[in-house]
């Protein structure tokens, strides 16, 4: 047999270990813990479910070497408590028993320990930033009573030998702990890399300032710690950002000679990129949808070059195992790291060894884990429904019996609910008015910046057609009459919704279009638009249309944009739309639509905006008594997704995948 991808299955020897591929999921957060902060049930099903898709390597980030100095959110693992011990000990076990190497990731957040400020201890960086100078972006502004005392204080050369000690101890317990590697975290703007980089470390001493040799000191002497304390055989990874991408922060060229200073101490070289608390270098480190795919490897790929003697890895928006043995095979990097791709489809190795490249669910770079994780803690995935639910999923029974199961609309939900009653060996009949499955969204294919969405409704269509407990029926729409004629055991309406036409004077005239009509149809928009609407659709639209050569204006009714507050993906579009020098006009009111534009009325009184065409983006309305007319209709109805409430491809694939789990069970 010959492997489909021979370089990115080629296993890797470092040290002691032996890694069965190049494949590792990138260290990741997890904040779905307890007041002890230690590792518990869901979160060793969480990262099992990595290892088990057959990663070669999986790592467990954000542990905080030193809570009292490094807890940067008040919810990091504590891997300096020794309670913590069982709690690690079965997530290593977890992960290792399906032939993948446990890792866990060291850090500190230096001048970032913001939980530490709130505890009214102090904060230690390379060097003190006063209180008039807390407009640095280095500095998140933190109290102190004395206008000359210094938020960030220089840590003192004592507690710099401190926590070298802090870094050993955390090794060496990971290692106790069954963990097969270490990843110390010395890039994204954490402690080791604010004092690797010649920006921050301006110290006089010995440890900081011009000298690299200085700069590098504490990093290295963390290295020969950890080493001393795990022994020769335990493989060690450091994470880095080969650039810091900011005016802030150090370039590649810096970034080239910190690799090249750290080379003799480290076993495999991660290099990453960006800063976490610079918002445009954040929004690199993880790559939103405007980025390429693979956008960081150049980074990896330079400093590979001058790195000789051991592995190098690189992260950030891979997705594609194409692209991934390429990267192996052309020498750019000799390991790939997943972080969201790792949520999308855990199963990416597994898939790609097999060869079927057309089942790997691919990132959309949504950004909806992120959202999740910020509103809940807990990380979800817009297209991947079991992530979140790991612990109530995995040990999901069979159903007690098979049913004939109806579904009603052809679009996210539908094809979601189709594939998993199918998967769980019901006989499914896929009922889809229009002459293509996909739902709404299919309005956006042509758009640059959701190509991995189009992906993604197209393999959820593929395989829908190609299952062989789905019956798909094109161009039919499920009236009472043809639920009653088809007696199906059970129906689920997932009918979704339609745009929401607002009861604006004008609204019908001739130069007015929705949001998707324009979507299908932007040669009907004139040249000057007015977006009506200021949420993810309106604004979404407003890139794509100006990027189509439009002049485009966004007008919201409330003196903010609707858009997810917690998501990556706001940052990313207010960047975009910035970029694009969109005109987004808040507080701002329409009162009538004319032929020649809009009439608003703002805090700075009324006036017309000229267009001509004027787009209604203003959210959506359920399909709930279509759907509703379908409950009689068998003895098990399920009704979900925007037929109920509109909200988001997450909210549409996890009612879907959890109708469809319950079937079976009498």
């Known amino acids: 047999m010959s492997l489909k991808y021979p370089h990115l299955f080629q296993p890797l020897k470092v040290r002691g270990a032996l890694f069965r591929n190049r494949i590792f999921a990138s260290p990741e957060g997890f904040y779905n813990v307890g007041p002890e902060c230690f590792p518990n049930a869901a979160c060793a099903a969480f990262f ?19 809570r009292d100095t490094g807890t940067h959110y008040p919810f990091l693992m504590r891997i300096d408590d020794p309670n913590s ?58 109290k102190a009573e004395n206008p000359d005392e210094g938020y960030i204080h ?37 402690l080791l890399a604010q004092f690797l980089s010649s920006k921050t470390n301006t110290r006089k001493d010995k440890w900081g300032g011009s000298s690299l040799e200085n700069r590098l000191r504490f990093p290295v002497a963390v290295l020969e710690a950890i080493r001393k304390a795990v022994g020769p055989a335990f493989p060690v990874e450091v994470r880095i950002s080969g650039t810091e991408i900011a005016d802030e922060g150090y370039d590649l060229e810096e970034g080239i000679t910190i690799a ?33 795919d693979g956008v960081n490897v150049q980074y990896a790929a330079e400093i590979k070059k001058h790195v000789k003697t051991i592995p190098v890895a690189t992260v950030g928006a891979l997705t594609d195992p194409a692209m991934m043995e390429e990267i192996i095979a052309s020498g750019q990097a000799d390991i790939v790291e997943l972080g969201r791709q790792s949520l999308a489809d855990p199963d990416l190795p597994i898939k790609a060894r097999m060869g079927m490249d057309e089942e790997i669910n691919k990132c959309m770079r949504c950004s909806a884990c992120f959202g999740s994780g910020g509103a809940t803690r807990v990380f979800q995935c817009a297209i991947n429904p079991e992530i979140g639910h790991e612990l109530e999923y995995r040990d999901k029974p069979l159903p007690r019996s098979t049913k004939t199961v109806l579904v009603a609309g052809g679009g ?44 993604y409704l197209n393999r959820q269509a593929m395989r829908c057609e190609k299952h062989p407990n789905v019956e798909v029926r094109l161009n039919t729409a499920v009236t009472p009459e043809l639920a009653q004629a088809l007696k199906p055991d059970v129906i689920i309406a997932a009918l979704g919704a339609r745009p929401a036409v607002p009861p604006i004077k004008g609204i019908d005239g001739a130069n007015v279009m929705g949001a998707e009509d324009v979507y299908y149809h932007p040669e009907k928009a004139g040249k000057k638009l007015v977006i009506l609407g200021g949420g993810l659709v309106g604004l979404e639209l407003a890139l794509h249309m100006n990027g189509q050569g439009r002049d485009v204006t966004v007008v919201e009714m409330r003196d903010k944009l609707a858009v997810d507050q917690f998501s990556m993906h706001t940052p990313a579009l207010m960047i975009q739309l910035e970029k694009q020098k969109i005109d987004i006009r808040l507080s701002t009111a329409v009162q009538e639509i004319t032929p020649d534009g809009v009439r608003v009325s703002s805090p700075e009184g009324e006036y017309t905006l000229a267009a001509d065409t004027v787009v209604y983006a203003v959210g959506q309305k359920p399909l709930t008594e279509e759907a509703s007319a379908l409950h009689d209709c068998a003895p098990e109805f399920y009704q979900l997704g925007d037929c109920i409430t509109p909200k988001n491809i997450m909210n549409a694939t996890r009612s879907a995948y959890g109708a469809a789990m319950d079937i079976g069970r009498f």
């Open 48 to 66: 099992e479910r990595k290892a088990l898709g057959g990663a070669a390597s999986v790592c467990l980030g954000d542990c905080i070497v030193d």
């Open 85 to 142: 011990l069982p709690g690690f000990a079965a997530l290593a076990s977890a992960v290792s028993r399906h032939g993948a190497i446990a890792s866990v990731e060291l850090s500190h957040a230096g001048m970032y320990a913001e939980t530490v400020a709130a505890r009214g201890l102090p904060v230690y960086g390379p060097v003190e930033i006063k209180g008039q100078d807390s407009a640095t972006p280095y500095s998140f502004g933190g």
């Open 154 to 190: 220089e840590m003192p050369e004592e507690i710099i030998e401190r926590l070298i000690g802090k870094y050993a101890a955390a090794a060496a317990f990971a290692q106790q702990a069954g963990f097969g590697m270490v990843t110390v975290h010395a890039g994204h703007g954490w």
């Open 260 to 292: 090249k200073g750290l080379e003799p101490y480290s076993d495999i070289l991660h290099v990453s990129t960006g800063h976490h608390q610079i918002l445009g270098a954040s929004m690199v480190t993880h790559p939103s949808m405007f980025l390429p």
């Open 412 to 455: 996210v939900g539908g094809m979601e609910a189709a594939l998993t009653a199918a998967n769980r060996g019901h006989s499914v009949i896929l009922c889809e008015k229009t002459g293509r499955l996909g739902g709404t969204l299919r309005c956006e294919e042509h758009v640059s910046f959701k190509k991995h969405l189009d992906e």
